[in-house]
């Protein structure tokens, strides 16, 4: 019995870590900050044993210099930080909502820490964030995200040069799209909230007397719930429709 095959075993291994790694720390669902470390660190080293037999074969011999490995090694790192960073574009969807939604309704002062992000958002941003990440996980729609990481080897084959230029326009269509599926989610509210300060406008021309915004704020924000409790349905159906069709080019037919 000879140990000839172990450095490329574990060179192979490596590789297919680094792009499994980087791309399931920035993945939605997958690598959100509030999963501890040890726990994403743990994943990934089970799903990368687990894809090991399947795409190993994909991956040149160990080369025989140090620059060799290290560019292999970068751009397997490049290929899982485009795809993960492009599906954290995509759920960015709802942050842009729920940020819309919530200065319409004149509670954009209402800040807290969104657990997605590990940042200050707004309420309504922070909610429809976590309510997000939820149903990905209860339509199995992570299944999407890892089958993705599987298919990024017949379209990113390890060593061959990367398609900066395509990976590029990608990008730049997936952000586009965030904030325009972002904007078709908020369009109820914002529709409403021009028709009700322009009724409010014409109301306070016709009663000066009446300080029509002590009226206006309440009935603004017991209107704008009302709304979201009766299209929150819909707005989590499209989110996911949204994150169904955008995870379309990374998964081979």
Do not use: C, K
């Amino acid at each position: 019995m000879t140990l000839d095959i172990l450095p490329q075993f574990a060179f192979a291994f490596m590789l297919i870590f680094a792009r499994v790694g980087t791309l399931i720390m920035l993945m939605p669902a997958l690598g959100e900050t509030t999963i501890p470390a040890r726990i994403r660190l743990a994943f990934a080293l089970a799903l990368s044993l687990v894809l090991y037999p399947l795409v190993a074969e994909a991956y040149p011999p160990l080369p025989p210099d140090l620059p060799g490995i290290l560019t292999l090694f970068a751009g397997e790192m490049l290929v899982g930080f485009a795809i993960g960073l492009a599906a954290r574009m995509m759920t960015a969807a709802l942050q842009v909502a729920g940020s819309t939604i919530a200065y319409q309704m004149g509670l954009g002062f209402a800040q807290g820490v969104d657990p997605t992000q590990g940042t200050q958002g707004a309420l309504f941003a922070s909610f429809l964030s976590v309510l997000g990440i939820t149903l990905i996980f209860a339509t199995d729609l992570h299944h999407l995200f890892i089958a993705a990481i599987h298919d990024s080897y017949a379209l990113f084959e390890p060593g061959s040069p990367l398609p900066v230029g395509d990976a590029t326009e990608l990008g730049v269509s997936i952000f586009a799209r965030t904030f325009q599926v972002g904007i078709q989610i908020a369009a109820p509210f914002i529709a409403f909230g021009l028709t009700f300060y322009l009724g409010l406008g014409i109301l306070s021309r016709l009663m000066p007397q009446i300080q029509i915004f002590f009226v206006a704020l309440p009935a603004n924000i017991m209107l704008g719930f009302l709304m979201l409790f009766v299209l929150l349905g819909g707005i989590m159906a499209w989110f996911l429709s949204h994150m169904a069709t955008s995870i379309q080019p990374f998964i081979l037919q």
